[in-house]
């Protein structure tokens, strides 16, 4: 089994200072990470994923990238499926595309404007046909949200198939994942929950006559240095109210190797770690994780 060690910024190195996010960029590349994963939160302090994408793409050659993750409900499928073939197309085959729903905040769904309730649907329309859009020279679709005739997207990607990540722990959301997904990304997860959540995965894969790759089960790993910021206390508290948060995230960079470690005995191997706060120094971040971790990496 491949191990490829990723890391992911949030809302503070991509809050749009461009050499803080051109040092992490930069070193992810130089080290030899497999992938860098960006936030999106339309009303918080994240770049948009295209737009850090983008910049990421221009900089590098060979570092992989996706969102983590892009909100599919709320956007036009056309439009995104271009967007996503002509960044892999300029960045010769390296993006990782991961959606999902989007978090439950009421901010969040007003910017998207989608009702809570109707992202399930919108995102099982959407994606089946994003990947149409992806293959054919046309495409004709008539469903209850999207009406297209002859449609087109001539950009086509260079990964054929370009292959979808998604995360979530939810049974819902396992299910979704068999039936549509490539890959699963799940964050705030232990150990046991990603061998259960591998097991449900391959049963709803089986029942949808689908296989997903075995190396394309993982985890996003958080770490903190100090105590763990208030928003992702509430985050973790909403979404897994049974667990403990320290249980969840890491309290400093070195228990994540013993994490890793642990999540590889479950039959994942593709991490994303990520801190919750700003270090002092990116530099000396990200190049502490690389001789901590890369190691690994096979």
Do not use: C
Not at 44 to 59: E, K, N, Y
């Amino acid at each position: 089994m491949r191990v490829r060690i990723g890391f992911g910024v949030g809302g503070g190195v991509a809050s749009g200072d461009p050499e803080a996010f051109a040092t992490v960029v930069d070193g992810l590349e130089r080290f030899g990470f497999d992938s860098l994963w960006v936030a999106e939160r339309a009303s918080g302090p994240a770049l948009d994923p295209v737009v850090a994408m983008t910049f990421a793409a221009a900089r590098t050659t060979k570092l992989k990238f996706g969102p983590s993750v892009m909100v599919l409900p709320g956007r036009n499928p056309v439009l995104l499926a271009k967007a996503m073939a002509s960044l892999d197309r300029i960045s010769k085959g390296r993006l990782l595309p991961a959606f999902g729903l989007g978090v439950a905040d009421a901010a969040e769904h007003q910017a998207f404007g989608v009702a809570r309730m109707d992202r399930a649907a919108w995102f099982n329309e959407a994606l089946p046909l994003m990947r149409r859009l992806w293959t054919e020279d046309e495409v004709n679709h008539h469903g209850p949200r999207f009406h297209l005739d002859a449609a087109r997207v001539d950009i086509k990607p260079i990964q054929q198939p370009l292959d979808v990540w998604m995360g979530g722990i939810a049974p819902s959301e396992l299910r979704r994942v068999g039936r549509l997904g490539d890959g699963w990304l799940p964050s705030f997860v232990t150990p046991d929950d990603v061998r259960g959540g591998i097991a449900a995965i391959k049963q709803h894969a089986d029942e949808a006559h689908r296989e997903i790759d075995p190396e394309h089960y993982g985890a996003l790993l958080t770490y903190t240095d100090g105590p763990l910021p208030d928003r992702f206390l509430e985050l973790i508290k909403l979404r897994q109210p049974d667990k403990n948060p320290s249980d969840l995230v890491a309290s400093n960079r070195w228990e994540l190797r013993s994490k890793i470690e642990a999540f590889i005995e479950t039959g994942a191997s593709k991490f994303v770690v990520m801190p919750l706060g700003e270090p002092p120094d990116w530099a000396e971040e990200v190049e502490a994780l690389a001789d901590d971790l890369l190691p690994m990496q096979a």
